[in-house]
């Protein structure tokens, strides 16, 4: 994935979520973005995430592996990377073991 | 146009302003790269290449979507729609191609 | 892509399990490759199942084009017609309908049809070339099929060795982006022709009669009385009665039918597939739940899916097999009709926990087939000599019943070494193998002591009873139930979610019973609960004996521990017995918990006092509204006695499973016809002025309380109506982007929150809306007071209501007088529209072979009355109203007592069980479904102690309807008299249409007040065709020369053995049927043209009587469907060559080309995707009509829409929108 980059900007500077963020670098999170649900090929999911952090950049993170909790198959992964802009994270918790089953409806 | 951190006009510029412009970065960035687009507004996923970012619209030429009436095309996608995504790095899986002869 | 199959329609033999039960006759689809191979397989093999006999399923992905080459070697033309698809009607409709060229291949000959497919789902294939219900058709004797179509980039492999597949029921489904899933085709299907392995029909060793109707999965059953004969010949297990050890492959080894085999974890999609011709199946699958709607993540939740002929649904487990717990052992997949389920509609979902690489073996040693891992899941462990993994840590003995589990039984055994290995380490009694209550850090425990008892049940006031009713009960009411202290009632036990719940069930069951006219002497020796939707470990908390799995029931006098956990917020989990269900769930073995939101408190709606059990409670929670909580579990086959001892509706013999006895809901009813009072007006049946309240349930609030009723259905085989009147509910619980509905579908097990405020003080009538179901008690009443009283605590969060100042109302034995004033539910300025309707007699016309029902009464304008009466054939009344409009209506009766059929009061045909003299009314009243309207007034029925709202001859009765909200097509039907008006025509439709729509005739373009065939036409929206289809089952009709009809019988075009004739239909299933007061009986064609392909042809017979509804390609359609009339027997609606949404409010949610599970009360809209001739606008005919073949679609419930190529000098076009309409 692509370096971090140096702090080049005032907003990057002060933002203390993103440094909260990076010192969260390589630990696992579950994360829940905005939407009401997500369609892909015609499977419908809601927007839950879990996986280990790799990259955070200023303006999004980037989860690898990432697993979808989608609710008849909560143990997916994804195959590729999945970065999510900041401004789509609904909530998160950091520290989370993907491998926890709990309710999804 | 400009990618510059340049808020006019502003000068406190919120956190949420400096998430999207920074976002925007990122796929300036990813110019001339694959990429794979979920957003929650129909058609639901983009699969193409990155071949440009004018504003805050990503310019995708899409290879792949959900409804394969929309695909060969350039679509203009709001970068701030777009509920997750990955763009394609060296090192890094590839974004998988559908398969059409199984 | 474009995908190629060479199908072929070949004769074949079906042996339909290992006993060697088959059908001679049997007629399947298979790829030309294996044509030949299944052909020699059957002959080398006549008396055991043949793997490659099954129904054929193909599949193809989302975007596809599918060409068919079909070839048809039945010696009569027959087809392929594809459900969902897009086609061209002219050349792939696989049908030979209207004035399309016929898609049917002839005998020997091939056709080629093209599909695109377009969205996920099942694309069922069915023969329309003879749609003829007798043995001698062919969809019931197999000709069925399935187009499995899957995500865009899918592929596909054969889970045993993972190669490539061309067909199959079962296959592995990948995605590169998508999780793999095991895809499992599960086809129910009945009826069909079956002979045992002597030739002879099949008989039942128990009764030493026939047996039941074939009750199959993908081609094969495997029925308790097979098994039963081993028993009773002493092969296998000799102490084993028959019921109890039905599933047990420890006794039998495993069953012909269907095992779904997977790894714990494995994604799923079971295709749920109805491909029979009659009965509406509920699939109940053990361990698992889904979303009803898989397109919607916020849809109900089921674990029980009632599925009509002819329709489909896609199952997608939550979390995968084993559910969340990580269940390992045998679910029970089952039609959960009790007679089906018995007679052999049941299979197994195993699911392993090691490796199966092909190496291992059953305990019975019979080999185990190599299961290929899922390529995205991890690889299961081997099986080790310590650890062997399911079934074979079990320590059963072969040929007998199943082990009891380890630990749960009081004073029982503990694990052996292999178990010790294979359980959690905190092992405990109901929670061995998996720890569902692990799933939460520290959750609620809650134990309930639960016994089952025997004791007599009295259903009603005029001392019809149960002698030996059984019930769950706590063990603390059991003294007080027993001593009559307590009315027994279903036990409902209460919990939040996020509750470990634990029972300790005691069977307090005598061990035998005697003979009775209903049943033979049983051995009910052991029971157990079998729990739904909660988690648990199926191996030894099933309450069950399947499989390999433990027997976790228990003898009489012992007691069990089963555990579960109830994860989240539910409705209602269903628990019945499952060792002797087929004995005793009619006489009342069943039961529910509900899951309340966390941290809600339950009490008493009378004391106040906390409790954890009842029926009817009232909850209250921090943090959202308070409600009334009610349950209602409706049962059928209620096995009762008059107050003199006299058996009610006993069966031909004891043992029988043919519709014996009666109905309940929660262990009573009120039937109607003691509901007469002094004046034997029919129209105060429901008054609890002229009758007092109805002994059944009364659900007590205060006006604006919200309340959740929870609908379950407790026995035994049947579909039922569930209506309120006067309230509504959105359609998916948990998501308010759903249609509302008023109505509800159930069939045994399933279960339904129906959440709602009580706008205004009333009683509000709920009922069982069915003719029969109604007319034998199956109704009672919501009461919502509007002062204080004082055996009902308010809502804590609700202002107090009023102290009282005047006197509850009471009995006077005399109707109720009319309200003085009828109130506008609508705010002060709303337009009001008027409709001044009469009901009056008149002759109605169904077809044009000439039959009619000379004594039709029908609703029409005031205007159209004279026309009507003038010789103009009528039509089911119309009417529509905008959003925010006011509708008022005068009604008024025009009816003559000696006008009627059977003035003597005995109407015999359609026929109802318990016959009783019920003289005809000559009031009438109109109620309406989903409207505003204020229950005192304007509900159209006379129901507890609510004003009169009926209109005597010469009297006008006023009702006021506020249209609040678009709901679209709201049935409309007269209460006053449900045996001597429905059959007769007194139903309509009112349609809710949206804010400034006006109504136009499609041919003038004038405007209209009523019609079945409109333009809808608002300048915000497109010009929309709107087609009305009143969908009706229970008509009473003559032919041209004036004998009465039997249909069903009559209609049926194979002819009916003499000997059959009697009992070949249930009560419910009589009555002609049709469209809009309209029939085409295919029996008049073929009697004129006895050619069975060419039925359906307009060009051989010119059009059909049912309505003929026109359009242009790509006009916009919205098809209104009622179903306000009045049979038990659920319907299916299919459209050819069209598509829609499952909920028209729902733009996400899974789109379909099938409605099912129609009974009366169903009200739908179907807004057609892309207008008329779909997608592609082809022009041609498509067919409307039910899928049930029986007995419907030559009973004449079909029609036509017609989509013109050119400009019809009859037919105006569309207005288009111009872009200076609006230009000032």
Known sequence: MTSEKNPRSIGELEDRF???????????????????????????????????????????????????????????????????????????????????????? | MSHENNIAGMNFPTVNVIHDQALVETFVEGIGKNIFILTPSYPFVFIGKLVDVIEDQAVVDVKVTSISELENRQWFIHIHQIEVYYIQQKGMPRIPELKTNF | MKRKF??????????????????????????????????????????????????????????????ILFENQIHYATGMHFQEADYDPQDSDGANAGFNPSSLAEPGEKITYTLNVNHEGVYMFTDLGNPDSSDQGTNINGMFGCLFVQPRGSWW?????????????????????????????????????????????????????????????????????????LLEEGVVSPDGHGEEVHHDSWVFGDPATPILRGYRGDPVKLRLVHGGVKETHVLHYH???????????????????????????????????????????DAIIHCHLYPHFGVGMWGINRIFDTLQDGTGCYPNGEPIKALQPLPDRPCPPKPTKERPGFPNFIPGKLGCKAPRPPLGIVGGRDMTELERNAAVPNARPGAVFVDPCALADNPVVQEFNVSLIQLPIVYNRQGWNDPIGRIYVLDEDIEDVLSGRKEPEPLVMHMTANTCVRINFTNRL???????????????????????????????????????NYDSSVLSGETIRYEYFADVELKAWFFHDHLFANFHQQHGVFGTGVVHPRFTKFLDSKTGEEVDHGVQITAIHPLIPDYRDMVLMVQDFALLYDKDGCPLQPPDFPGSQDDPGLFGVNYKNEPLQFRLGKDKDPAYS??????????????????????????????????????????????????????????????????????????????????????????????????????????????????????????????????????????????????????????????????????????????????????????????????????????????????????????????????????????????????????????????????????????????????????????????LWDMTDIRNHRSLGTFGCFIAEAKGTKYLDPSTGEEVKTGANVVLRNPYLPDTREFVLVLYDGARLVDKKGDLIVDPVDAILGGVDPEDRDDLVDTYDNGSRGFNYRTERLINRLREHPVLKDLFSSRVFGDPSTPLFEAYPGDPITIRLVNPSERR????????????????????????????????????????????????????????????????????????????????????????????????
């Open chain 1, 18 to 105: 993103f440094r909260e963020l990076l010192a969260l670098k390589g630990t696992s999170v579950l994360i829940v973005t905005e939407s009401d649900q997500l369609n892909l090929f015609g499977q419908t999911f809601r927007p839950i995430f879990c996986g280990e952090i790799i990259d955070v950049q200023p303006g999004h993170l980037t989860l690898f592996p990432v697993n979808i909790k989608i609710i008849n198959a909560p143990q997916f992964n994804f195959p590729t990377p999945l970065s999510i802009p900041f401004e789509k994270i609904a909530h998160f918790t950091p520290d989370f073991d993907c491998n926890e089953r709990f309710p999804l409806t």
């Open chain 3, 6 to 67: 060479h199908v072929v329609a070949i004769s074949i033999r079906i042996v339909l399990n290992n006993f060697g039960d088959y059908n001679r006759n049997g007629i399947m689809y298979v790829l030309k490759e294996n044509e030949q191979k299944v052909k020699d397989l059957v002959k080398k093999n006549p008396f055991t199942p043949v793997d490659l006999v099954q129904p054929l399923c193909i599949r193809a992905n989302v975007g596809d084009e599918v060409e």
């Open chain 3, 157 to 229: 492999t054969d889970p045993v060795t993972g190669g490539p597949i061309n067909s199959g029921v079962y296959a592995d489904i990948h995605h590169p982006f998508l999780p793999s899933y095991r895809e499992y085709g599960w086809i129910f299907h009945d009826e069909m022709p079956t002979r045992d392995v002597t030739g002879n029909s099949p008989l039942d060793p128990m009764t030493n009669q026939e047996r039941e109707s074939t009750h199959a999965v993908n081609y094969r059953y495997e029925p308790m009385e097979n098994r039963v004969r």
């Open chain 3, 287 to 329: 361990v698992h739940q889904w979303s009803k709607d898989a397109k919607n993540t916020e849809s109900e939740i089921l674990d029980a899916q009632a599925v009509s002929p002819q329709s489909w649904y896609t199952v997608q487990p939550h979390y995968g097999l084993g559910s969340l717990q990580g269940a390992i052992g």
């Open chain 3, 510 to 548: 005598p061990e035998v019973v005697g003979g009775s006219a209903f049943q033979l002497v049983t051995r009910t020796y052991e029971t157990g609960v079998h729990v739904h939707f909660v988690k648990f470990d199926v191996l030894v908390s099933d309450g069950a004996n399947v499989g390999w």
């Open chain 3, 686 to 971: 429901f008054s609890s002025y002229v009758n007092c309240d109805p002994i059944t349930p009364i659900l007590h609030c205060y006006e604006g309380d919200p309340i959740r009723v929870r609908l379950l259905q407790g026995a035994h085989e049947e579909s039922h109506s569930f209506n309120i009147h006067g309230l509504r509910w959105k359609a998916e619980h948990p998501d308010s982007e759903t249609k509302f509905r008023d109505q509800q579908h159930i069939g045994i097990s399933e279960s339904f929150t129906l959440e709602m405020d009580v706008p205004r003080s009333g009683d509000y009538l709920w009922t069982f809306e069915t003719e029969e179901d109604l007319w034998n008690g199956l109704w009672g009443l919501i009461r919502a007071f509007e002062e204080e009283v004082d055996f009902l605590i308010p809502l804590s969060d609700r202002e107090p209501p009023p102290q009282r100042t005047t006197a509850l109302p009471e009995p006077t034995g005399k109707p109720p007088e009319k309200a003085k004033i009828v109130p506008s539910p609508g705010p002060v300025n709303a337009a009001v529209k008027t409709f001044n309707i009469v009901a009056f007699h008149k002759p109605i016309t169904y077809s044009k072979w000439d039959e009619r029902d000379p004594f039709g009464i029908v609703f029409a304008l005031e205007e159209d009355v004279e026309d009507i009466l003038d010789g103009k054939n009528p039509e089911p009344l119309i009417i529509r109203a905008n959003q925010g409009d006011v509708v008022e209506i005068n009604l008024t009766s025009k009816l003559q007592f000696d006008q009627f059929p059977f003035p003597d009061g005995i109407w015999p045909y359609p026929p109802v069980k318990e016959q009783a003299f019920y003289p005809p009314s000559v009031r009438i009243s109109l109620h309406a479904q989903l409207l505003d309207y204020d229950v005192k007034t304007s509900a159209g029925e006379t129901v507890g102690f609510n004003p009169d709202q009926s209109a005597a001859p010469g009297e006008i009765i006023t009702y006021k309807w506020y249209v609040d909200n678009p709901v679209g097509a709201c049935g």
């Open chain 3, 1129 to 1224: 027997r659920a319907h299916t609606f299919h459209l050819h060559g069209h598509y829609w949404n499952n909920d028209d409010k729902d733009i996400t949610s899974e789109v379909r080309s099938v409605e099912g599970e129609i009974v009366a009360g169903h009200a739908v809209d179907l807004p057609l995707h892309y207008g008329a001739g779909s997608l592609y606008q082809y022009p041609g005919d498509y067919m409307y009509r039910s899928g049930n073949i029986r007995w419907d679609i030559e009973a004449g419930m079909w029609g036509i829409i017609r989509v013109h190529k050119s400009k019809q000098n009859h037919l105006f076009v569309l207005k288009k929108k111009n872009k200076n309409e609006n230009k000032i």
